[in-house]
């Protein structure tokens, strides 16, 4: 496509009430993604404060042939809110909508603008009395609009679903600048396609959310958690089975931590250590939300151990009995992503297959990367109760530092190659809740059927046919 001359900046700056940041060094964090993988360029970084100023920056967008790249809280894991390399976007921020416009406490939704961020949101739920139970460690920096742009999924997806599930409706900027207004409340509307579910999960591909209207829930009584330690996947699978029929839909977290993740978090944050006297293979880290107080909780915890201990299914347990001993327990889990960065680059999977079948997943795929790639280190931890693994690999222990990374980082297609054909052949998927924005475009198309990546495009086309919509994320271009 021929392009028009890049307009002068002054007239994107006279197109809406915000601010504009242009400034080379304001504009860095901007370009950049979290995992430092990326780096893009941009012509600004536009950041209004109202609905009708992300209309205007889309319209003039949509004029002038430039790209729009929506970016949030810039938490991503995929590369999906840093522009590409083309110099021909404009980074829309949507950091100032900070609004949070409803609450209603019977119909049990609260409606929101797309920069809270989602601490922001559980809060505002919270003081009202109700639970926005969406949880994700990122959960202070990263934005509701985002979460919903990438279906974030989290700790909590065994009891109450993934951002799509919690989402009533949608406000919307499209890709020609107009708003639709679906801040719907319902349960139920089956008014023909469902244009929210479109955009949720669709990574600023598709249109801007500028608002949502979500389910809220009654807070819990208490909430409890545990750790058991014990010797692999398969151990952990059993748990979970006699989890579910003891504690039923109380159950709200089950997260698989391998032993060496707790090595790291206690390696670069050294007052986060082992619950245990001893180390195990691998950790569970389970939470129930019961509507009978915490002494109920915390006896059908200690019953559930004391079975799981006496039929050799886990190792060792412990019940927290405090707020402080259960945020302990939480910090745990919470800061692998930090100290796996901490440590240097590495290679991420974000991969989901069958529940049952995850025990043979990591046994299989173990074997076949360690015999490939002798001395990698696999990061395993995540949010097991839902299928949903980061299983990633970090280099060999005499190869981790910055002068090896290029080196390390060369495998990359190989080592994808390995898990996620893996992945595939136990029915999975290779992006359970992070998305493909760029890192795992390519792949996904590799894995897709030609008529599902023929109706993704078609629907591309239906909704931004100039293409300026957050352009080379999802579909590989052409
Ligand atoms: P950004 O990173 O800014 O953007 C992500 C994508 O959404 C991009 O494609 C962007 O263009 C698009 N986008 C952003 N806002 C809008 C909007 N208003 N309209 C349209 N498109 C938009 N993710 C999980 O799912 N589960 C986890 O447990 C989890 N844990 C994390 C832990 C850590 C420590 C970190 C750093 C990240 C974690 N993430 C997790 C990843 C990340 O936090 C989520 O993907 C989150 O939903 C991204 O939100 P954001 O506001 O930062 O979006
Ligand atoms: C998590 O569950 O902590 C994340 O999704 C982040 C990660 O994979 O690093
Ligand atoms: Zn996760």
Redesign the pocket.
């Known amino acids: 496509m021929d392009l028009p001359a890049l307009p002068p900046i002054d007239s994107l700056r006279g197109a809406f009430a915000g601010r504009l940041i242009t400034d080379p060094r304001d504009l860095e964090p901007f370009l950049v993604?979290?995992?430092r993988r990326y780096f893009g360029r941009a012509i600004a970084a536009a950041i209004p404060d109202t609905v009708e100023g992300v209309a205007a920056v889309v319209r003039w967008c949509a004029e002038q042939r430039v790209a729009v790249?929506?970016?949030?809280?810039?938490?991503?894991?995929?590369g999906?809110?840093t522009p590409d390399d083309s110099g021909r976007s404009v980074v829309?921020?949507?950091a100032r909508?900070k609004r949070v416009r409803a609450i209603d406490t019977v119909n049990n939704s609260i409606t929101v603008e797309?920069?809270c961020?989602?601490a922001e949101v559980r809060a505002a739920a919270q003081a009202a009395g109700r639970l926005f139970p969406l949880?994700?460690?990122?959960?202070g920096?990263?934005?509701?609009?985002?979460?919903?742009?990438?279906?974030?999924?989290?700790?909590a997806v065994l009891r109450y679903g993934?951002?799509r599930e919690l989402c009533l409706g949608l406000e919307?900027?499209t890709a020609d600048g107009e708003t639709w207004h679906g801040l719907r409340g319902l349960r139920k509307d089956n008014t023909g396609y469902d244009l929210r579910d479109l955009?949720v999960g669709?990574?600023?591909?598709?249109?801007?959310?500028?608002a949502a209207t979500l389910k809220l829930y009654p807070l819990p009584a208490a909430q409890v958690t545990a750790m058991a330690a014990l010797d692999d996947p398969h151990a952990a699978l059993r748990l979970l089975e006699q989890a579910q029929s003891a504690l039923g839909s109380s159950l709200t977290a089950f997260e698989l931590i391998s032993d060496l993740c707790l090595e790291l978090v206690a390696k670069h944050f050294p007052d986060h250590r082992r619950p245990f006297a001893q180390p195990s293979p691998y950790y569970v880290l389970l939470e129930t939300s019961d509507s009978e107080g915490e002494a109920h909780a915390t006896a059908a915890f200690e019953a559930l151990m004391e079975r799981a201990l006496d039929t050799g299914i886990v190792r060792d347990a412990v019940v927290a009995t405090s707020g402080a001993q259960s945020r302990a327990l939480w910090a745990l889990r919470?800061l692998?992503?930090?100290a796996q960065?901490a440590t240097g680059k590495n290679i991420k999977h974000?991969v989901s297959v069958p529940i049952s079948s995850i025990g043979d997943f990591v046994e299989r795929t173990n074997a076949e990367l360690a015999q490939r790639f002798p001395g990698i280190r696999l990061v395993v931890f995540?949010?097991l109760g839902d299928g949903n693994l980061h299983y990633n690999v970090s280099p060999p222990v005499d190869r981790c530092g910055p002068e090896h990374e290029a080196e390390f980082l060369a495998l990359q297609p190989a080592i994808n190659r390995v898990t996620h054909d893996s992945v595939h052949a136990f029915g999975g998927s290779i992006s359970?809740?992070?998305?493909l924005?760029q890192l795992r475009r390519d792949e996904s198309a590799r894995y897709k059927s030609a008529i599902e990546m023929a109706l993704m495009r078609r629907v591309k086309q239906a909704l931004d046919p100039l293409g300026i919509m957050?352009p080379g994320?999802?579909l590989p271009p052409g």
């Not at 949880?135 to 959960?139: A, C, D, H, N, T």
């Not at 509701?144 to 279906?151: D, E, F, K, P, Y």
Request: aromatic share 2%.
């Open positions: 993604d979290w995992r790249v929506p970016q949030g809280g810039n938490t991503g894991m995929s999906a809110a829309l921020s949507l909508l797309a920069g961020t989602l949880s994700l460690p990122s959960e920096s990263c934005t509701i609009g985002g979460n919903l742009s990438t279906n974030a999924g989290g700790v993934n951002a919307v900027v955009f669709s990574e600023g591909t598709l249109g801007v959310i500028t919470e692998i992503s930090e960065s974000d995540g949010h359970a809740e992070h998305g924005g957050n994320k999802v």
